[in-house]
């Protein structure tokens, strides 16, 4: 049961487009198209989680604050617990 919001409603108005995302990325040659994909994905669920809780996206990021999305999403699929390596390194970006 996938739920999912517009970017840009679920997202602080400063915060940066998945376009945006892309481009700096791109620029800093920092992460492949595939990586680039997986990570844009999770964002854009950090994004839908924040938006469905009322949550402003910037002060959900922080350790614990994603902890507890990554706890929510887990819960959602079913799954033990979600990924660590599929989303660690993602929310920082957001920054």
């Known amino acids: 049961m996938p739920v999912h919001v517009d970017h840009i409603a679920a997202a602080d108005p ?3 487009t998945p376009d945006d995302i892309r481009r700096i ?7 492949g198209a ?20 009322g949550l402003v996206e910037r002060e959900e990021l922080t350790l614990e604050r994603v902890g507890r ?7 959602r699929r079913g799954l033990e ?5 599929l ?8 920054r």
């Open 14 to 16: 400063a915060a940066p």
């Open 25 to 31: 990325w791109s620029a800093e040659r920092r992460l």
């Open 34 to 53: 595939g990586t680039t994909i997986v990570y844009l994905i999770r964002i854009q669920q950090f994004r839908t989680y924040c938006a469905l809780h």
């Open 69 to 75: 999305f990554k706890d929510w999403y887990a819960e």
């Open 81 to 85: 617990r979600f990924p660590h390596e």
């Open 87 to 94: 989303n660690q390194q993602g929310f920082p970006l957001l």
